[in-house]
Nanobody
Framework: QVQLVESGGGLVQAGGSLRLSCAAS????????MGWFRQAPGKEREFVTR????????YYADSVKGRFTVSRDNAKNTVYLQMNSLKPEDTAVYYC?????????????WGQGTQVTVSS
C-alpha cells in the first residue's frame, strides 16, 4: 500500500520557519517528480512547488519563491519543504504529492496533509 505521510507542521509566528517532511512507503519514488500543494480554508488547493526525480530541477509558485525550498533524499524516499519568512497568508494544510512520472507529469498520489498556521 502506497503512503505519503507529511510531518513537521505546526503553529509559528510570522517571520518564522518550519520544515515539512514527506515520507513515502510502499513504493520507491526515486524516479518520480514530487511536489507540495496547500489548501487554505475556503480556498481551492494550490500548487506550491515541485522537484524532479534527481532533485536537479525545481519550480515554485510566485507566492513562495525565495522563501521556500524543496529538496529530496531518494535514499530515504523523503521530500522536504523548508519554509522561511513565513507569512499569515501561508496558513494552510500542506499536502505532499507524488507525480506519475517526470517533471511535467501530474500528481497521482497524495498525503493526508499537515496543518501550518502562521500567526501575525
Amino acid at each position: 500500500q502506497v503512503q505519503l505521510v507529511e510531518s513537521g507542521g505546526g503553529l509559528v509566528q510570522a517571520g518564522g520557519s518550519l520544515r515539512l517532511s514527506c515520507a513515502a512507503s510502499g513504493h520507491t519514488f526515486s524516479g518520480n517528480a514530487m511536489g507540495w500543494f496547500r489548501q487554505a480554508p475556503g480556498k481551492e488547493r494550490e500548487f506550491v512547488t515541485r522537484i524532479s526525480a534527481s532533485g536537479g530541477l525545481t519550480y515554485y509558485a510566485d507566492s513562495v519563491k525565495g522563501r521556500f525550498t524543496v529538496s529530496r533524499d531518494n535514499a530515504k524516499n523523503t521530500v522536504y519543504l523548508q519554509m522561511n519568512s513565513l507569512k499569515p497568508e501561508d496558513t494552510a494544510v500542506y499536502y505532499c504529492a507524488a507525480y506519475s512520472g517526470g517533471f511535467s507529469s501530474r500528481p497521482y498520489y497524495w498525503g493526508q496533509g499537515t496543518q501550518v498556521t502562521v500567526s501575525s
